[in-house]
């Protein structure tokens, strides 16, 4: 079965410190993979997406970037963290068909102090 | 590029009582569409989706929804809600023209009072 792994699960940064948050999925080969930012009020917003290795599509602008150095794994990196980056970030995949529903991983808790 | 509009916030019902949670969406091509829950202290899970076919959908635990093309909603609905419906509910959009974003609502948190 296919499983999702995200970690850590809670991470407190200073302001201006890198960032690197990772994402595994196991049971499946050539994921589309997200990563989401939570926040009360706002629901999840949609950072980045890629559908292959080294693809990376860009919805917000924002001090955050994204890679895809394997199949399944999902990295989302920041060289210098603002205040604004605090939030609940979500790695999720899917199949390649946009009907089918997101897998999500447990989430990071980020507070950049 | 599509959107999605979840017009409440948060919705507070008694036990027992029906429950809708509304959702629009604005899309320039056909779509597909989701309702995700996530309960407290829980991950995301899917509730139902629409995909085609029958504009009545059913899912999860009671719940059911109904895609209106018109009125580019999708609104939610459960006939008598319980406590354990608490919990925070997020409308979703695919494009199905192959492409590979699930934009989300802003969500509605539920709030079942005894």
């Known amino acids: 079965s296919q499983t999702i792994h995200q970690w850590p699960a809670t991470l407190v940064q200073p302001v201006g410190s890198p960032l690197s948050l990772e994402c595994t999925v196991e049971g499946t080969s050539n994921p589309n993979l997200y990563w989401y930012r939570q926040a009360a009020g706002r629901g999840l917003q949609l950072l980045f997406y890629?559908?292959?290795?080294?693809?990376i599509s860009s919805e917000v602008p924002q001090n955050l970037s994204a890679s895809r150095p394997q199949d399944r794994q999902f990295i989302l990196s920041s060289k210098k963290l603002l205040l604004s980056d605090s939030g609940f970030y979500l790695c999720a995949w899917r199949t390649g068909s946009p009907g089918e529903k997101l897998f999500f991983g447990s989430g990071t808790q980020l507070s950049v102090l | 590029a599509q959107s999605v509009t979840q017009l409440d916030s948060q919705v507070p019902v008694f036990e027992e009582a029906p429950v809708e949670l509304r959702c629009n969406y604005s899309?320039?091509?056909?779509?597909?569409l989701f309702w995700y829950v996530q309960y407290p202290n829980q991950g995301l899970q899917l509730l139902l989706k629409?995909?085609?076919?029958?504009?009545l959908v059913k899912g999860i635990n009671g719940f059911e929804a109904e895609f209106n093309k018109s009125q580019t909603s999708f609104h939610l609905r459960k006939p008598s809600v319980h406590i354990s419906d608490t919990a925070e509910y997020f409308c979703a959009v695919s494009e199905n023209t192959g492409g590979f974003k699930t934009i989300f609502g802003a969500g509605t948190r539920l709030f079942v009072k005894a």
């Open positions: 629409y995909l085609s076919g029958s504009t």
């Open positions: 890629s559908v292959g290795i080294g693809q």
């Open positions: 899309s320039s091509v056909s779509v597909y």
